[in-house]
């Protein structure tokens, strides 16, 4: 069983910066592809970011992509989202979640088997 704690979650103002991190228990971490994922109240959860098993291969989405960085470190079995230039859009409940299928490059939530139970990021306008 993967367990998945997310922390670094806040308040914080428009156009500032946190960085989130994901712990995950498990021997095998190095063989995840990991992702983030975020959900605001009333939206589906959506994908944020993705980081493959290497850590070379990265994916953003577009509402991110150029502000957030995903980065991972296998001996330590955790994985970071750096989020900068943030906007109150980016308000969410965000998730990190974990895939068993070796190189596939998912954004789809239901292709991750393992999730964690969340940090809340809030951004004042």
């Known amino acids: 069983q993967v367990q998945m704690v997310e922390s670094g979650g806040g308040l914080v103002q428009a156009g500032g910066s946190l960085r989130l991190s994901c712990a995950t228990s498990?021997?095998?971490?190095?063989?995840?592809?990991m992702g983030w994922f975020r959900q605001a109240p009333g939206k589906e959860r959506e994908f944020v970011a993705y980081?493959?098993?290497?850590?070379?291969?990265?994916l953003y989405s577009d509402s991110v992509k150029g502000r957030f960085t995903v980065s991972r470190d296998n001996a330590k079995n955790t994985v970071d989202l750096q989020m900068n230039s943030l906007k109150h859009e980016d308000t969410a409940l965000y998730y990190c979640?974990?895939?068993?299928?070796?190189?596939?490059?998912?954004?789809?939530?239901?292709?991750?088997?393992?999730w964690g139970q969340g940090t809340q990021v809030t951004v004042s306008s």
């Open positions: 979640a974990a895939h068993t299928r070796g190189q596939l490059l998912s954004r789809i939530r239901d292709d991750y088997d393992y």
């Open positions: 498990g021997r095998t971490f190095s063989n995840y592809g």
């Open positions: 980081v493959g098993a290497s850590g070379v291969i990265k």
